[in-house]
């Protein structure tokens, strides 16, 4: 027997579980209340499957009545931000230095409604995987889930993130590349320490190390499609005594595609190796958080808009992708798919910047077009 919801105190409820997963933030990989408390409610509130896979988990909904179509997939990540909390909130973070300054909580929360929603929706016949996936701020979440889906039938995998500056509640979806591979690249030059006072005796690599952040000016003017950004330089510390022999450079590197990442991955090993070779260092490389461009099947970015368009909401067009990246792309690689956002509002203040929350007001829509593109048959290829 079905467990019914009365709508007015499940969004009551589904907003509570918004602000206690606010109010208890963990790191990437760290989740593990999180999972609980995510758990916990799909049990309480569903009769749903559910499988623990260690640091994430997913919830199977199997219809009684099958219309034979392929299992579709949601995916919501868990994981929260090594900022402080800023803003005064009555469930604000308890945790020193982490928070939920970028949605993820809605995220999950939205995706434990749908869970809740989807055995009183009769017009749902097929299977429904909902992946709660943890570690997507680090790139490392996603692939296992990812490789996960590849070993089942599931034939269509979507997700969405909230997104400002945007009207509240309206949706987006791109047809293609939405949002950016990036990764992160740390370049360290190794020479020899010396006096400050003969500096000739040693090899500092003071002129590698701006050599390298000048070039990767000269990346970003050859490329529209390519963004080099200097994250940080270290070398020495201060002691005016002594020319240093070590230092590093780091480097978040943002493309359209996967090919444009690895290229400039590799015109900046070349120039540093080319720079140690000039000033008679040793270099060494350590990439970082690495993430696969998100791309959106078109077929799958029609069905969003055709799910929000029957549930009542707007569709606003994007005219580029959303830079920042995100670790659905691991997704995307091996199943048809479509990351879709919703809108927080014009002014709302952006994601991982110190001002933010998650807007509550959005976490309705988001769930009515996942559980429409769950009620709307998989097209047979």
Request: glycine fraction near 6%; proline fraction near 6%.
């Amino acid at each position: 027997m079905n467990r019914k919801h009365n709508m007015d105190d499940l969004w009551k409820t589904i907003t509570a579980l918004r602000h206690e997963l606010h109010k208890y933030p963990e790191l990437s990989g760290q989740e593990f209340q999180t999972k609980e408390r995510l758990k916990s409610f799909i049990c309480t509130n569903t009769h749903l499957k559910i499988t623990d896979k260690g640091t994430w988990f997913y919830a199977l909904y199997e219809p009684k009545i099958s219309n034979g179509a392929s299992p579709i997939a949601f995916r919501a990540d868990m994981d929260a931000l090594p900022m402080p909390e800023t803003i005064s909130l009555p469930y604000g973070s308890t945790k020193p230095n982490i928070a939920h300054k970028c949605g993820h909580d809605g995220h999950s929360a939205v995706l434990a409604a749908v869970a809740a929603l989807l055995e009183q929706d009769s017009a749902v016949r097929r299977p429904v995987y909902l992946i709660f996936q943890s570690a997507e701020e680090t790139g490392r979440g996603g692939k296992p889930c990812a490789d996960f889906v590849k070993e089942t039938d599931i034939s269509e995998v979507y997700a969405f993130h909230n997104l400002s500056g945007y009207p509240e509640n309206a949706v987006m979806v791109c047809d293609r590349l939405t949002q950016c591979a990036s990764k992160g690249l740390l370049v360290q030059f190794t020479g020899e320490s010396a006096h400050a006072g003969t500096p000739e005796n040693g090899r500092n690599p003071a002129s590698a190390l701006g050599s390298m952040a000048l070039y990767a000016e000269t990346v970003n003017k050859k490329s529209s499609s390519c963004l080099c950004t200097v994250v940080s330089i270290q070398e020495g510390s201060r002691d005016f005594g002594i020319s240093p022999g070590q230092g590093d450079i780091a480097f978040t590197l943002r493309a359209e595609s996967d090919d444009a990442l690895n290229n400039m991955d590799l015109a900046l090993r070349a120039q540093a190796e080319k720079l140690a070779d000039k000033y008679g260092l040793t270099v060494a490389f350590e990439e970082f958080d690495p993430f696969p461009a998100t791309v959106n099947h078109p077929r799958c970015a029609e069905k969003v808009r055709k799910a929000a368009l029957e549930s009542g909401f707007s569709c606003v067009n994007m005219d580029q992708p959303w830079r920042p990246s995100e670790d659905f792309g691991w997704y995307t690689k091996i199943r048809p798919g479509a990351m879709f956002y919703v809108g927080n509002g014009i002014n709302w203040p952006m994601p991982h910047q110190p001002a933010y929350d998650f807007n509550d007001h959005i976490l309705h829509t988001a769930v009515a077009v996942f559980l429409k593109l769950a009620e709307n048959e998989a097209r047979k290829e």
